[in-house]
């Protein structure tokens, strides 16, 4: 596959988004989660800007969403500390954190691109979708 994309892999994407009170419908993004399946990859990049965070209620759980955009960062690594989905594969992690839920740490739709260097293309993406 990559011959045809002159050494570039197809990767998928979605924006981390916190939103402190749901009935309100305001979010900011805190991250990116990125998965390219033909090279095994999946990685989060994480920016909270806080103030940005409390200007949108002030009484938010700081910390609450720094524990649950930390545990995404965990989940992507795989290591003991990914709890039951140490075990699965890049994908499978990928897919379990692009699901749906209603929690103040949410994921924006999925998007895809092409990449040569996936690592690179998160850093890209945090500081182009996020910073």
Known sequence: MSGLTGGRDVF???VLRVV???ERG?????GIVLYCRARSFVAA????DEDRLRALDPNVDVEGVR???????CVCHGGAAAGQAAADDAGRRF???VAPRSTVVQPGPVHTGLTADPEAEAERLLRVLVR
């Not at 305001?26 to 805190?30: G, T, W």
């Not at 524990?67 to 960062?73: D, G, I, M």
């Open 45 to 48: 990049r994480i920016h909270l």
């Open 67 to 73: 524990a649950a955009l930390h545990a995404v960062e």
């Open 20 to 22: 402190p009170r749901v």
């Open 26 to 30: 305001e979010l900011i993004n805190a």
């Open 12 to 14: 998928e994407y979605a």
């Open 95 to 97: 897919r379990w954190l």
